[in-house]
């Protein structure tokens, strides 16, 4: 089994991020639209109209903000990702570059031992 190896920019895992958070946005939005329409037609409901319709809310308001909380976890989660992909990318360009130096200082020692057995 051939194993693909896929590359994604921080960039991107940003992008991610910044779309949760619109949605995060967006939900908390709607939670205070639907609790500024449950706060304005509550007068209407009397009885046990009434009870079903305050137990349907809070239930649907408990479950948002449960929503909100698993969002923001997520892009926290997001987030820390992208930190890690840039960590990652810097700790390996500097392993290129300490490999790419040792190269170099391998090359020079190489080429002085060189011109000391041709000078004698």
């Given at each position: 089994m051939e194993v693909q190896l896929?590359?994604?920019?921080?960039?991107?895992?940003?992008?991610?991020?910044?779309?949760?958070h619109s949605l995060i946005n967006e939900v908390n939005s709607t939670s205070k639209k639907l609790q500024s329409d449950y706060t304005q037609s509550a007068s209407y409901w009397t009885g046990t109209a009434s009870k079903a319709f305050q137990s349907e809310y809070n239930e649907l308001?408990?479950?948002?903000?449960?929503?909100?909380?698993?969002?923001?976890?997520?892009?926290?989660?997001?987030?820390?990702?992208a930190s890690e992909v840039i960590r990652a990318e810097q700790e390996r360009e500097e392993k290129r570059r300490l490999a790419e130096k040792a190269a170099q200082e391998a090359l020079k020692q190489k080429q002085l031992e060189k011109q000391k057995q041709s000078q004698k």
């Open positions: 896929v590359s994604v920019s921080p960039s991107e895992i940003r992008g991610n991020a910044s779309q949760i308001d408990s479950e948002m903000k449960t929503l909100l909380t698993m969002l923001d976890r997520l892009e926290s989660g997001v987030q820390r990702v």
